[in-house]
């Protein structure tokens, strides 16, 4: 499963009718306890396909002035690729002033 994670694809967890609920906050992953109908399982792989479609990727960068994005990538500053990594760590949040501030300090920025 973290393979499909880290290539950012959708996940249906199937979860045994006495485990535990997991615990999952990313938009990319739903669960299902068994049993389930075949309409249920259904219903979640298509709104799990609509919501990757919404969100997609997350940017990212790559330490050496590039920030990547679904297959393309920019150069940026150094100041910039700070940036772009703490943005791209909270992406399609709200990121308040300090989180900003925080990373720009924590980095340092030659240029």
């Known amino acids: 499963m973290q393979r499909l994670r880290d290539l950012g694809r959708p996940r249906l967890l199937i ?3 006495d485990a535990a609920a997991p615990a999952t906050v990313d938009c990319d992953e ?3 306890r068994l049993p ?6 259904r219903a979640r792989i298509a709104a799990l396909a609509a919501r990757a479609a919404r969100h997609g990727l997350t940017p990212k960068t790559t330490g ?3 920030l990547v994005f679904r297959g393309r990538w920019v150069n940026v500053s150094g100041i910039e690729e700070i ?7 909270h992406f399609g949040e709200l990121v308040d002033d300090r989180t900003v ?3 720009v300090s924590a980095g340092r920025p030659t240029t």
């Open 83 to 89: 940036l772009a990594r703490s943005l791209s760590e």
């Open 15 to 17: 979860v045994a009718p």
């Open 64 to 66: 050496d002035g590039r």
């Open 30 to 32: 739903d669960w299902i």
């Open 36 to 41: 389930a109908e075949d309409a249920d399982v």
């Open 101 to 103: 501030e925080a990373a």
